[in-house]
């Protein structure tokens, strides 16, 4: 019987295997070499295996597997990586996340809602909402607040009583403590209260919503 006939059956009946057991219908190392028994075993004695063809199949079989191990290799070393990542997110509880944004989206007829975090009780202070040039197109006075998340709302008018043109404005906040010391905040600047992992995603806790851990643009210290 030729090689390459044995050859031919030998991967014929391999890649045939119901698809059940092999679904993508690919040729492992085990494959390759179930092969390459199959030639020896059933060649030609007047007609021997060629010896190039034999060290051939072999060096390509040893790469299979080298790739196999490779790969195996990779995947342990994305779940040590992922272990990692998530271990240092968690260590991120309790430090200040900043968005990098305290934009907020106004459209006709709404009333925005948004979130201010403060890092000392509030005796007294103001929200301001800008527009994009930067000018104070709003001001909410603040009375009082208790350290930690504030809730507010803002009623799509200007200082004059005049509704804004939808768009984006951004909301800043200057404010005294009991003590009356001045401090800033704005949207987009919380304390990390937890870490949520959900579906492959890593999800922080910013005020009352849980946002992407990589929508955060920098953590610091609380």
Do not use: C
């Not at 079989?61 to 191990?69: C, K, P, V, Y």
């Not at 607040?145 to 005049?162: L, M, P, T, V, Y």
């Amino acid at each position: 019987m030729a090689v390459d006939n044995v050859s031919s059956t030998a991967q014929t009946s391999l890649t045939s295997t119901p698809s059940g057991e092999n679904p993508k219908a690919k040729l492992g190392k085990d494959d390759f070499l179930m092969l390459l028994l199959t030639e020896l075993k059933y060649q030609d004695p007047t007609e021997p295996m060629d010896s190039e063809k034999i060290l051939s199949q072999t060096s390509q079989l040893a790469g299979l597997e080298a790739s196999e191990n490779t790969n195996k290799a990779l995947k342990e070393l994305a779940v040590s990586l992922g272990a990692s990542r998530d271990f240092s997110t968690i260590a991120a509880i309790g430090k200040m996340a900043d968005t990098g944004s305290n934009a907020i989206v106004y459209e006709e007829g709404s009333s925005p809602k948004f979130e201010l975090y403060f890092s000392e009780a509030v005796a007294s202070g103001n929200v301001e909402v800008l527009d994009a040039d930067g000018k104070v197109v709003s001001t909410i006075p603040i009375e009082s607040a208790d350290k930690g998340i504030g809730s507010f709302e803002w009623d799509g008018k200007d200082s004059s009583g005049n509704r804004v043109d939808e768009g984006i404005y951004y909301i800043t906040a200057k404010y005294s403590d009991t003590e009356g010391v001045s401090h800033e905040t704005r949207v987009g600047l919380y304390p990390i209260e937890s870490v949520r992992f959900d579906e492959g995603k890593t999800l922080v806790k910013l005020g009352s919503s849980y946002i992407p851990f990589t929508d955060i643009k920098e953590v610091t210290q609380g």
